[in-house]
């Protein structure tokens, strides 16, 4: 049994994903029970289970993965997005690869719930 994340067997290709870009350091694709009518997740490569155990040295991959975002908002054609990273089981986080869900196409209140 792999001891392998979901989101590192889809990077890896193990599993299917509906896949909307990628590049040497992240893989976006569509979330597969999506809360909005654009739910996107970035990955990056290189797993991590949780931002809260990010090092300096990848300030610069996580910003990359804020930018790719953007991006991707952009081609769905939002003009409101929410980027969310939950860390935690407590606040919803269920796979331990850190990712940023792109959310977007109808209104959201805040706080979130
Ligand atoms: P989080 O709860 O923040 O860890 O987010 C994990 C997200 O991954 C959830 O929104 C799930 O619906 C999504 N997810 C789980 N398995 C898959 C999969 N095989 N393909 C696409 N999205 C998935």
Redesign the pocket.
Known sequence: MSDKT?FAR?IDRE?P?DIVYEDDRCLA?????P?APT?V?VVPKEPLDKIENMTESMEGLVGHLVFVASQIAKQEGLTGFRL???NGAEV?????HI?L?VLGGRSMSWPPG
């Not at 919803?92 to 331990?96: A, D, L, P, W």
């Open positions: 979901i889809i599993l994903a694709f569509r979330d597969i029970a809360v739910h997740l969310v990273m939950n919803g986080q269920s796979v331990f990712h869900h």
